[in-house]
C-alpha cells in the first residue's frame, strides 16, 4: 500500500462566510474521498472574488494531489469561478460547443445569453463524463470543477467514483462508551503508540445519553484497525462499552 | 464608517475531513459576526496536527484582524490546539489554578490527571469571561479558541458578543424571485455597478417549488441595501416577485 492520493477541497460562496446558507457538500465529498481511500487533507471557505480563488487554487493544486472546487458556476455575476480558474492556469475560457446544446436543449425558448455563460470553461479543460450523470464536470489538470447547489453537487459523486478510481480504501470501526475522555486519555495514548497506522478520534458527546464519547479507528490496513477497536474495548471495563459498530452509526447519532 | 474588522476562523478535526461529522459551527460563527459587523472572510479545516495548525494559524492571524479556533480542546491524544496555539506564538503551556479549580469542581471524584490537561494554556494567554457563561474563553493575543462540540460553541456566543463588541452592524434582504438566473444575471450586473457598497448573491434554489432563485443584498448602509433590493423588485416583471424579506427567511426555506 502506498502514500494515499490527497485531496482538498474549495468551497466558493460569501453565502457561507455570511451564515445565510449551512455548507452540505463538505460531508458529501469527504465520505466519498474516504471511501476511495483519498485523504482529504484541507478544506477552505472562500469569497466570490477571482484573486481570492486564484490564490487558493494555486496554493491548494500545487500541495495536493487533487483539488475540488465547490461554487460559482451559474450565469450571474457572483459566479466567477470558471474565470478564477482559467486565471489560476494562465489561461482564458472559451465556449464548448457541447456544452452551449446541452444548455440550448435544457432551456429551450427560455434561453438567454447570459445562460450560455455555462458553456464557458478554462481553454486546455478536459469535460469528463459519466453515463448516470448527463452534465459534464469540467476538470483543468488535477482541479475538478463541481457546482454549490447540494442537490447537483452530490450527483456528481457516481462520476467522481468512475472517473478517479478507488484506491486501498480506508477502513473505520467506531466503539461507544459510557467512560468519558479523562477516564480513556491514557489508555488511547497506548493505542496510539501501538498501532502506529491507525488514527484515533475521542469525540464527546453532548447531554445525559448512555454514550458519553465515540471513538473511532480509521486506517488502510482493516487487520490493525479492528486490532486497535479491540485492543479499545478489552481495555475498558466491560459496562462501558455501549456498542461497536461502523462509524455511519456515529454519524447518524450524533447529528 | 470605517472598514470592517475582518476574520477568519480554524475548525480542527479529523472528523471533519473524514465525513464522519458536519460542521455546525460555522454558520452559527458566520451569523454572529455578520450581526456584529465584523467580515468573516475565511473558513480553513484542518487536521488533528500540531505543525499543520501552527502554519494556518500563522497565515490566517497575521491577515485577519481576529481568528476563531474551533475544536480540539478536550483531554485525549488527538486535541492539540493549545499545544499549537502556544507553538504558533513561540511558547508553552502553563497550568491556570483558575481553570483547575472549575475541573476539580466540576469532576469531583471522577476527576483524572488527564482531565486537568484542560487547564493548561499558553503563556500569556487572556481568560475572556462572561457572566452567562461559567467557562472562560482563552485568548491569545488575536486568536480565541473556541470549543468544537457545536452544543458548547453556541454558548461562547453570547461571550464574543460582550467581548468584541459592535460595530456598524451588516444589514440584510432578501428578495425570493420565480424568474431562473439567467433572466436575471443583466439586471444584477447592472445593480452591483448602481450599489458598489451592497454585495449582491443570488442562489438558485432546487426543485419545482414557485420560488427559483432567492438573490441577497448585504452591506453597511441600510438605505442602500433597502435601495438595491427595491430596485431589483422594480426590474422585475411583478408576478416574478415571490417575496422579500431578510435573509433568516431564505435561509430556512433552503436548509
Chains 1, 2 share one sequence.
Not at 460569501?14 to 449551512?22: A, D, F, R
Not at 471557505?45 to 484573486?51: M, W, Y
Not at 469561478?81 to 492556469?89: E, P, Y
Request: hydrophobic share 40%; net charge negative.
Amino acid at each position: 500500500m502506498g502514500r494515499p492520493r490527497t485531496a482538498a477541497a474549495l468551497i466558493i460562496g460569501n453565502e457561507l462566510l455570511t451564515g445565510k446558507i449551512q455548507d452540505r457538500n463538505i460531508p458529501v465529498l469527504a465520505r466519498e474521498l474516504f471511501g476511495l481511500g483519498i485523504e482529504l487533507r484541507r478544506v477552505v471557505i472562500c469569497s466570490d472574488e477571482v484573486p481570492v480563488i486564484v490564490t487558493d487554487l494555486d496554493s491548494l493544486r500545487s500541495t495536493h494531489d487533487l483539488v475540488f472546487t465547490s461554487g460559482g458556476v451559474g450565469p450571474t455575476h457572483d459566479d466567477v469561478t470558471m474565470r478564477a480558474v482559467a486565471a489560476a492556469f494562465d489561461t482564458t475560457l472559451e465556449r464548448r460547443e457541447a456544452l452551449a446544446s446541452l444548455l440550448r436543449e435544457y432551456f429551450g425558448n427560455g434561453l438567454t445569453e447570459e445562460h450560455l455563460r455555462m458553456a464557458d470553461v478554462p481553454v486546455g479543460a478536459s469535460l469528463v463524463s459519466a453515463e448516470a450523470v448527463r452534465w459534464p464536470t469540467v476538470r483543468m489538470d488535477n482541479v475538478f470543477v463541481l457546482p454549490g447547489l447540494p442537490e447537483v453537487f452530490e450527483r456528481k459523486m457516481p462520476l467522481l467514483r468512475e472517473h478517479l478510481g478507488q484506491d486501498t480504501p480506508f477502513v473505520s470501526r467506531a466503539v461507544d462508551t459510557a467512560s468519558d475522555e479523562g477516564a480513556i486519555a491514557l489508555l488511547l495514548e497506548d493505542l496510539e503508540k501501538s498501532f502506529p497506522g491507525v488514527r484515533i478520534g475521542s469525540y464527546p458527546r453532548w447531554g445525559d445519553g448512555p454514550v458519553r464519547v465515540t471513538v473511532t479507528f480509521d486506517g488502510l490496513d482493516g487487520r490493525e484497525v479492528e486490532g486497535a477497536a479491540a485492543a479499545f474495548t478489552a481495555g475498558l471495563p466491560s459496562d462501558q462499552v455501549v456498542g461497536v459498530g461502523d462509524p455511519a452509526t456515529a454519524e447518524e447519532e450524533t447529528s
